[in-house]
């Protein structure tokens, strides 16, 4: 019992010598403390992305990210160029594939890595809102991608998801679930005072 309590009192000596003068400075230099991690920024960056797509049913959106932190590339699933939203069908229930949205659609990771605007997304990290289907699974190997952030693996029973997985482990791209920390991340564009904005 002594022993444990010794213990214990060395740890709070440690603790108070070492710890406490690092989290005082913190204190003192006045830093917002509820600031989006770097995590939520760069999923919240993919859900955002998201917000761009016409698809009814389900909007995905995916952010690459190199190893400065730095974006270089962001997509949303959607209709390839020239090939207008307004006259390619969304729908999919059609008995006629042709009149169904998945022989058209880009997918998010897709147009992610297509509209890099580095030379190469080599060893970057993916942020997405769905976990890649097999298609896209190939995109983020081939295009040297070694990481996958994702939110939902609600399709995770699916052969498309299996065999994504199946790939991405062979080819040893790392994949884990993202748990924010924040729930909301409010964007309220009526609250943004423009007259200060415009003295800055
Ligand atoms: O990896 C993906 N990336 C991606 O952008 N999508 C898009 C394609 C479709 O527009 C939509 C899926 O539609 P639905 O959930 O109605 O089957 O999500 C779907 C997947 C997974 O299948
Ligand atoms: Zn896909």
Redesign the pocket.
Known sequence: MFNYLSQYFKLFVFQMAVLKPENQSLKKSGKREDYLSWDEYFMATAILAAKR?K??????G?CIVNDKKQIVGVG???MPRGCSDDEFP?G?GNADELKN??YY???????AILNKNSAGVENCRMY?A????N??AKFIIQSGIREIVYMSD??HD?N??IA?KRMLDAAGVKYWPFTPQHKTIDIDFSKIDWNHMSQC
């Open positions: 797509s698809d009814p049913s389900t909007q995905v995916a949303y699933n959607g969304w999919k949205k998945y659609v880009c997918h998010a990771e897709m147009n997405v769905l976990f890649p289907c298609e896209c609600k399709d699916k498309r998801t994504s």
